[in-house]
């Protein structure tokens, strides 16, 4: 039986998706495919396109920018917050009422579930942040009734409500002031979703399919899925800042025994992100390919199991730390592309302290730790590593072996478990978990977009705090940094908090890495961002 190869499925798919084909004879030819539309080849089939029901996963935060906006954006070279969907905003004296104006004639996706019959106003932004917000919300429990990013950062404790004062502004009233509001509801965690959709959903009796069936005011919306093998996005006629270029993007997650890079190489994609970093060097002799980087706000690093009998003394957990030689990582995994970690924040972000007197390699030191602390012996541990290859840690298996060597030097036996995506709740999940080998990139310039999602006890609760370490003193020392209205002080905060991880150790930073995007070299608009997001609206393919 014929197996048609798989560029030309794509070519079927794409040609079929923009000019209704129903025969083979009329199928262009691949170049005047492209023109219309690109593949970007993705990693993990997202279990919601609502990136409200995401911690931030790479997947969600490609394609979300793509189908959805927020009231604000954050301006890619500052960080700060700017107009999106809202033209403006005003705070009452104490920063704890904030009145937005939004755009008028903003237009909703038309698609083949749901047709509306307004533009964009107040009661979409009020819906949208009811349901995080509010548990009697109808759709507050829907799906699951987990909204990790926002539990993460206390969203829920810090507003109060959200009325519509009229179809062109809502306000928004705060418990208490908050300096991260503003970029928080910047990013595409906060994106706006229509409630007239909801509405009608309802009426069918099918809320679940808000989750799965998207309608936004982005620049694409959603035509179709296969078999979590790819999904059609085609563009919004009716985007209020002008349509895209392009008129289709294709999500490509099929696996088909390959990694991303061979299928970029044989042109069944042209685009990809996070490369492994020992395959710059391929791409770079690649022709047609053309690699973008950027400085990303990350940090990769080893979360401990506080809770473990021998990792939740102090002097075993330095022990680690002063084990890892960090340079030796960071030249053979980044290739010298990014920085060693000191500090969960990298030198980039305003509030950085650097630690490297405490976060160090001192094997001699780290043997002794150990010997105080009664495992002179030996200890045996395990680490769990995804392989999936993110900005911040560009191939973590390798990483694994390193740290697994160092570790060795001292006397631990470290055992590898590896899974293509760990889950960051995975502490609770696997009991034999001690150590596991992540990251996190921050989603906003905001030191606290680096420190509250990943060791808050707000956290721990919303189960993204996969060190299982919660301490009101930390949380404390946040909340006074997002009240305070003064610089100087804000970042004296956010040293003490530093200076307190550096104490505690309930994780181990490792490395900050570099956001690469690689691409067809015909391709060109791509908005890079230190944040892994980004809407493809300006993409366009050189004739």
């Known amino acids: 039986m014929f197996k048609m190869p798989t560029f030309l499925r794509y070519v079927f798919i794409l040609t079929f998706a923009i000019f209704g084909l129903t025969a083979c004879d009329n199928?262009?030819?691949?170049?005047?495919?492209?023109?219309?539309?690109?593949?970007?080849?993705?990693?993990?089939?997202?279990?919601?396109?609502?990136?409200?029901?995401?911690?931030?996963?790479?997947?969600?935060?490609?394609?979300?920018?793509?189908?959805?906006?927020s009231l604000l954006a954050l301006d890619p070279q500052t960080l700060q917050p700017i107009p999106q969907l809202a033209?403006?905003?005003v705070s009452n004296p104490n920063n704890t009422i904030y009145t937005f104006t939004l755009k008028d004639n903003v237009m909703f996706q038309s698609t083949a579930w749901f047709l509306p019959t307004r533009p964009f106003n107040a009661d979409d932004v009020v819906f949208s942040f009811k349901r995080i917000i509010d548990s009697n919300n109808p759709f507050h429990y829907v799906n699951g009734a987990h909204y990790p990013w926002f539990q993460s950062i206390g969203f829920s404790k810090l507003v109060k409500d959200v009325v519509a004062v009229d179809d062109r502004h809502v306000t928004f009233t705060l418990n208490y002031p908050d300096n991260t509001f503003l970029s928080n509801i910047a990013t595409i965690f906060a994106s706006i979703h229509s409630a007239e959709y909801a509405e009608y959903l309802i009426s069918i009796g099918k809320k679940s399919n808000m989750d799965q069936f998207p309608i936004g005011t982005g620049p694409f919306k959603m035509l179709d899925t296969e078999n979590n093998d790819l999904i059609r996005l085609v563009r919004h006629a009716k985007y209020w800042n002008g349509e895209a270029k392009m008129e289709q993007v294709v999500f490509d997650f099929a696996n088909r025994g390959t990694g991303t890079l061979a299928k970029l190489l044989?042109?069944?994609?042209?685009?990809?992100?996070?490369?492994?970093?020992?395959?710059?060097?391929?791409?770079?002799?690649?022709?047609?390919?053309?690699?973008?980087?950027?400085q990303a706000m990350n940090v990769a690093f080893i979360a401990i199991n506080t809770q473990h009998f021998a990792l939740n003394n102090i002097k075993v957990r330095k022990a680690l730390s002063f084990a890892v030689n960090r340079k030796n990582i960071l030249e053979s995994v980044y290739y010298g592309k990014g920085q060693v970690a000191t500090s969960l924040l990298p030198s980039e972000s305003w509030a950085y302290q650097d630690n490297s007197k405490q976060i160090r390699y001192d094997r001699a030191y780290a043997k002794a730790l150990l010997k105080q602390a009664g495992y002179e012996t030996g200890l045996h541990l395990t680490l769990w590593v995804p392989l999936t290859a993110q900005s911040f840690n560009p191939n973590p298996h390798k990483t694994a072996e390193l740290i697994q060597s160092d570790f060795a030097d001292i006397g631990i036996t470290l055992n590898i478990m590896t899974e293509e995506n760990v889950k960051r709740r995975v502490l609770t999940t696997q009991p034999n978990t001690d150590l596991v080998l992540t990251g996190w990139s921050a989603n906003t310039g905001e030191p606290d977009s680096l420190l509250r999602p990943l060791l808050s006890c707000e956290a721990q609760q919303a189960g993204l705090n996969i060190s299982m370490w919660c301490n009101p003193d930390f949380d404390f020392l946040l909340m006074l940094a997002r009240e305070s209205d003064q610089k100087r002080h804000r970042m004296n905060l956010y040293h003490q908090a530093q200076t307190m991880l550096t104490q505690a150790l309930p994780i181990i930073p490792i490395a900050h890495g570099v956001q690469y995007q690689v691409h067809h070299s015909s391709l060109s608009g791509f908005a890079l961002n230190p944040f892994n997001s980004g809407s493809f609206e300006h993409v366009v393919r050189e004739k």
């Open 27 to 69: 199928m262009p030819k691949d170049n005047q495919v492209r023109q219309h539309g690109f593949i970007y080849c993705a990693d993990t089939y997202p279990n919601f396109f609502n990136p409200q029901l995401s911690d931030g996963n790479k997947s969600i935060k490609a394609i979300a920018p793509q189908l959805f906006n």
């Open 87 to 89: 033209t403006q905003w």
């Open 266 to 294: 044989r042109n069944e994609c042209d685009v990809m992100t996070d490369p492994i970093t020992s395959q710059l060097t391929v791409l770079d002799k690649a022709e047609n390919i053309r690699t973008n980087t950027n």
